[in-house]
C-alpha cells in the first residue's frame, strides 16, 4: 500500500510527460504503475541457487528492490526511457584486434548519461507538480530496471534475460524516475514475442543461459569480465572468452529482432578514441592512475586496471596468432 500522506495531488498528464521525454531525445518511453514486483519469487529463487555469483548487492536491501512503494515512499509511478546505442558504421569500423569491448562501453558511462536526462524529466515535472518527489533509477539502485521496462511497455525480457524491443532489437540502455504521482494513462506490459527461437542460448559459448530466462552469471563472460571479484577467470570460461575483455554482446547479437535495430544517434554514445587501447591491450601498460584517468566516466573502470589485466590473462589463454585473431574478430559478426 502507498503512503497517501506522501502523495502528490496532482495527476500528470501521459502525453505532456511523453513529449518532455522526446525533447530529452529519448528513444524509448513508457510509463508502469509502481506496484509490488509480481515475479519476485522467481529472482529470489534465482538468489538461492547462487546463480548471481560474488554480486552480493543483488541480495541487499530486497525489500526495497521488490517494492518501489519502499524505494519511494508514497510511489504511484514509474517513468522509463530507453537510449539506443547501436554503434554508427564509422564506429564499427574503428573496431581494433585482438579483443573485445562491448558496445555499450565505446563511449561516455550510459549511467551518467541517463541520469542526466531524468534529472531534466524531474525538474520539469516539478514545474507542473511542485509537490512531485522523484527517485532516479539506472542500474545501480535496488531495482528491477528490466522487469520495470517490460511493465511500461519498452518491450519484453528475452531469453537472454534482457530487454528486446520491437524498435530497436537488444541495444537499449534503461532509465527509470519513480515518482509520488499518478499519471492519467499507463502503458500494457510488453508482450513476448521470444516464441521457439533458441538463438541467443545457442549462441553462448560458456552455456550461461541455462534455460529461456534463466541466465547462470556464474558462466557468463559479461559477469567474469565486469562484475567479478576474483583473482582469476576459471579456465572453463577462459578458454571460451572468444577474446571479451569487458563484457559480451554475443546473446544479444544473436537476436532476431535486431532486423530492427537502427543506429544511435547521440553524441554521448560515439566511441572514444581510447578504446582502441583496450582492443589492442595497450592499455595494459598503463599504471592504475593512467587507466583512470584515461578512462574517466567510461564504464570500462568498474573492474579496475588489475580487472583489465586478468582479463587480458585470460583471453590469451587460447593463445592465437594475431592475424588468426584479426580474421576472426573481422567475420564473426
Given amino acids: 500500500m502507498t503512503d497517501d500522506s506522501q502523495n502528490c495531488d496532482a495527476v500528470l498528464n501521459y502525453e505532456t510527460i511523453k513529449n518532455l521525454a522526446h525533447e530529452l531525445q529519448c528513444d524509448s518511453f513508457g510509463i508502469a504503475r509502481a506496484e509490488a514486483v509480481a515475479a519476485k519469487d522467481r529472482f529470489t529463487t534465482w538468489l538461492e541457487k547462487g546463480y548471481a555469483g560474488d554480486m552480493d548487492y543483488l541480495s541487499r536491501n530486497l525489500e526495497l528492490r521488490l517494492d518501489p512503494q519502499r524505494l519511494l515512499p508514497g510511489a504511484q509511478s514509474i517513468i522509463v526511457i530507453g537510449l539506443n546505442y547501436y554503434p554508427q558504421p564509422e ?21 551518467d548519461v541517463l541520469r542526466r536526462k531524468l534529472k531534466v524529466l524531474r525538474n520539469r515535472l ?10 532516479i533509477c539506472v542500474d545501480t539502485a535496488p531495482f528491477m530496471d528490466k522487469y520495470w521496462a517490460a511493465r511500461a511497455g519498452l518491450g519484453w525480457q528475452g531469453k537472454h534475460t534482457n530487454l528486446v524491443s520491437r524498435a530497436f532489437g537488444s541495444w537499449l540502455l534503461l532509465g527509470s524516475l519513480i515518482i509520488n504521482a499518478k499519471v492519467d494513462r ?4 510488453g508482450a513476448d514475442h521470444c516464441g ?9 559459448p560458456t552455456g550461461a543461459l541455462l ?6 552469471a556464474t558462466r557468463c563472460i559479461s559477469f567474469w569480465t565486469i562484475e567479478s571479484k576474483g583473482i582469476e577467470i576459471p579456465s572453463t570460461v577462459a578458454s571460451k572468452l572468444n577474446d571479451w575483455i569487458f563484457g559480451c554482446d554475443i546473446c ?4 532476431p529482432f535486431n ?44 573492474p579496475g586496471l588489475r580487472g583489465i589485466v586478468r582479463n587480458y590473462k585470460a583471453a590469451g589463454l587460447k593463445k592465437k596468432r594475431v592475424t588468426a585473431r584479426v580474421t576472426l574478430y573481422k567475420n564473426s559478426e
Wanted: with cysteine.
Fill in 211 to 216: 534455460a529461456p530466462y534463466q541466465l547462470d
Fill in 259 to 302: 532486423k530492427f535495430q537502427k543506429v544511435q544517434h547521440h553524441p554521448e554514445f560515439h566511441r572514444r578514441e581510447e578504446i582502441s587501447e583496450l582492443e589492442t591491450g595497450r592499455a595494459a601498460k598503463l599504471t592504475s592512475e593512467e587507466f583512470e584517468n584515461k578512462y574517466h566516466r567510461s564504464p570500462v573502470t568498474r
Fill in 186 to 189: 499507463y502503458d500494457s506490459p
Fill in 252 to 255: 544479444i547479437a544473436a537476436c
Fill in 126 to 135: 516539478r514545474g507542473l507538480a511542485p509537490a512531485l518527489k522523484g527517485r
Fill in 196 to 204: 521457439q527461437c533458441h538463438a541467443c542460448l545457442e549462441a553462448c
Fill in 91 to 111: 564506429d564499427e569500423e574503428k573496431r581494433c584486434a585482438p579483443y573485445r569491448v562491448a558496445r555499450y562501453a565505446w563511449g561516455e558511462d550510459y549511467h
